[in-house]
């Protein structure tokens, strides 16, 4: 009976440490315009639970799909670039942008995000980008596209 209360423990303990390190960040900052540093967008680890929200996104060429801005709670992404062209991934909070990279395919981001904060996936090529994109956390996220045209910081 002791060898089954001791792994009983030893799973606990194992599950516990799995869901710690999947919490671990690393914070990215930025200088606000009172030359404060802020937190955009935080490097994370994919969590272990299930996603809240799964895409297959498809960036048409030449646009920004644009995810979140408005919802009221904090919310992690990860994007796979499962196409043939790089997108551009951005953080937006308060009119201000971080570039968070340039997601080349085959490869993977992940990061945080606090409540209000956006994301932009920025297609500057003339073919469609596809990426395969999890959330979790909040739900409430805003979603839609622009033409990177109609967006004077596009090009920055």
């Known amino acids: 009976m002791n060898a089954v209360k001791y792994l009983s423990r030893l799973t606990l303990v ?7 390190v999947s919490l671990q960040s690393e914070e990215k900052t930025v200088d606000d315009s009172n030359g404060n540093k802020v937190s955009i967008a935080q490097e994370a680890k994919r969590p272990f639970l299930p996603p809240n929200l799964t895409s297959g996104l498809r960036v048409p060429a030449g646009e920004t799909f644009h995810l979140g801005e408005r919802q009221t709670g904090d919310f992690t992404v990860s994007a796979r670039n499962d196409g043939q062209v790089a997108v551009t991934i951005l953080a937006t909070r308060e009119k201000r942008r971080e570039v968070v990279g340039e997601v080349k395919p085959g490869e993977t981001v992940v990061r945080r995000f606090k409540s ?36 004077p910081e596009a090009d920055k």
Not at 14 to 20: C, E, I, K, R, T
């Open 14 to 20: 194992g599950f516990m440490l799995l869901v710690a």
């Open 116 to 151: 209000s904060d956006g994301v932009l996936v920025q297609n500057k090529s003339d073919k469609k980008a596809s990426l395969y994109v999890e959330v979790w956390g909040s739900r409430d996220l805003a979603m839609y596209y622009k033409p990177n045209s109609e967006d």
